[in-house]
Every structure is written in structure tokens, then in C-alpha cells.
């Protein structure tokens, strides 16, 4: 469970900066993250930190509480309708395929395949241009001796960053007011064409 946050190491989770938006539920997840000996604040921004694998347990046991049945591991295939209702949906299992019926189907596909299986009327992208936003692409490396390039990004004194270890923003590939070190690196890509200007303004390198 979890999606993107859990799956896709989208980390953290971003403030909003809006009266109120710490629902309770945001609050339980702070809570149950302390609890796990993870300490999801930076004590400098109001990003909320967290450990994927932390993060998805949390979310199993919540779930669990609530007597949520899951079903891990199924790919929706198809929807069955009568009339405008759906009345089931299809989904691949390693028992094969399933159909799961219910009162109520929510679609948290990402990409509105559950509406538009059912002939739902959809929108995707931005209305002047038809683009969407860029994708997130995490990944994960081991081995790093962090604090030596902590030293090291700071040594450079062209690294702004509003946090420490263990959570530290390296570098953005082009940020609008600052010039990272490693700016230079990704501006090769862009001179030999392995990166494109749309491109070369989504990479962020963060150690967590």
C-alpha cells in the first residue's frame, strides 16, 4: 500500500501551507512513524519525512485495524456494467481473474483506467497545452559514504540546503536562483544531447 510514496520512493511528503491541511489522518501517520523510530520532521521545513518500508507497513496495520480486505498483486482488466452502474470489476490474480463486486468503486489507477474502462468521461493534461506533469523516477543507491559528500557539497559554497543528515537536498539539475556543483554535470548531458532543456529541469537528488 501506499502508491508512488511507498512503490515510487516519492519522498516527502510536501507541506501545503494551508490552515487545517494536517487532517488527522496526517497527524496518525506522524505519530505511528514516531512511533517506528522514524522522525519524519527536519525541524527546519514542513516537509514530512518518512522510510518507505516503514510507510507501507504502517499502512498494512492500519488497514488490517480497519478490516480492510487487500488484494495485493491484481491488475484491473475489465469492469462489468448494467446500465450506467458498474456492478464489478475484473482483475488479474495469481489465481487468475477475479471479479470483485461492490456498492461503490473508486479509481486510484493514476491514469483513469477504471473510468475509462467504463466509458467515463475523462480530461488528461494541461487544457492549454495537453501536457501532463512529468513522472516521478526514484531510485535508490548503497554504499555512499554520506557525511564525506555532505563535506564535499558544502566545500563547493554554492549548495543552498535548508536541512542536514539525514535528510539533505543535494542538488536540483537547474534551479532558477542557485547554482548547484553538480549543475555542471547534467549541462554535459544537455551539450551531447542525452538530456533536453524539458528534461534537464525535473532532476532532484535528495539523501535520506
Not at 60 to 80: C, G, R
Request: glycine fraction near 8%.
Amino acid at each position: 500500500m501506499g502508491g508512488m510514496q511507498t512503490i515510487g520512493l516519492v519522498e516527502p511528503f510536501m507541506p501545503t501551507f494551508a490552515k487545517g491541511s494536517d487532517t488527522p489522518f496526517v497527524k496518525e501517520i506522524k505519530r505511528r512513524l514516531k512511533k517506528a523510530g522514524i522522525e519524519h520532521s527536519d525541524g527546519k521545513t514542513g516537509a514530512t519525512w518518512t522510510n518507505p518500508e516503514v510507510l507501507a507497513a504502517i499502512y498494512d496495520k492500519m488497514a488490517v485495524a480497519a478490516k480492510v480486505q487487500m488484494l495485493y498483486q491484481a491488475t484491473l482488466v475489465d469492469v462489468l456494467k448494467k446500465g450506467k452502474k458498474i456492478t464489478a470489476v475484473i482483475v488479474q490474480t495469481v489465481q487468475g481473474l477475479v471479479a470483485v463486486q461492490a456498492a461503490m468503486f473508486i479509481d486510484a489507477t493514476g491514469d483513469a483506467l477504471l473510468s475509462r474502462l467504463a466509458g467515463v468521461p475523462t480530461e488528461a493534461g494541461y487544457e492549454k497545452t495537453g501536457n501532463n506533469q512529468p513522472m516521478s523516477f526514484r531510485f535508490e543507491m548503497a554504499g555512499i559514504d554520506l557525511p564525506k559528500l555532505v563535506k564535499y557539497i558544502n566545500s563547493t559554497h554554492d549548495t543552498w540546503c535548508k536541512t542536514n543528515l539525514p535528510y539533505f537536498e543535494i542538488a536540483e539539475a537547474r534551479h532558477r536562483d542557485i547554482k548547484y556543483k553538480l549543475e555542471e554535470f547534467f549541462l554535459k548531458g544537455l551539450k551531447t544531447k542525452e538530456l533536453t532543456e524539458k528534461t534537464l529541469n525535473i532532476f532532484r537528488l535528495l539523501l535520506l
